[in-house]
Nanobody, 131 residues
Framework: EVQLVESGGGLVQSGGSLRLSCAASGFTFDDYAMGWFRQAPGKEREGVSCISSSDGNIYYADSVKGRFTISRDNAKNTVYLQMNSLKPEDTAVYYC????????????????????????WGRGTLVTVSA
């Protein structure tokens, strides 16, 4: 059974930091691009960051560049999202997702295609940033 379990969400003040973790099981983690998405109340889900399976290629949404860092530990089947300098507009449910898309395909087709092709999703973890 495929599982993606997010953790690390919570309430933090503006300017604070959180680290989200996503533990994966039930599939070959090394073969999958791993991404973080978020959905704020009343808004569409958006891709926040994504890391390819093999070549270290990384995507960040413009809104989080310079503040968020994605990383993965293939030995632990876990992907992380370090979030610094958090803002109230970062408040959302954050979802972990996985896509069986090789890094060279992402480089050829662009991150948009990869972000729209996620195969598995977690249930989400809530991040609330107070002003």
């Amino acid at each position: 059974e495929v599982q993606l379990v997010e953790s690390g969400g919570g309430l933090v003040q503006s300017g604070g930091s959180l680290r989200l973790s996503c533990a994966a099981s039930g599939f070959t983690f090394d073969d999958y691009a791993m991404g973080w998405f978020r959905q704020a109340p009343g808004k569409e889900r958006e891709g926040v960051s994504c890391i390819s399976s093999s070549d270290g290629n990384i995507y960040y949404a413009d809104s989080v560049k310079g503040r968020f860092t994605i990383s993965r530990d293939n030995a632990k089947n876990t992907v992380y999202l370090q979030m610094n300098s958090l803002k109230p507009e970062d408040t959302a449910v954050y979802y972990c997702a996985a896509a069986i898309i090789p890094g060279y395909v992402t480089r050829a087709t662009g991150w948009g295609a990869t972000l729209s092709s996620m195969d598995y999703w977690g249930r989400g973890t809530l991040v609330t940033v107070s002003a």
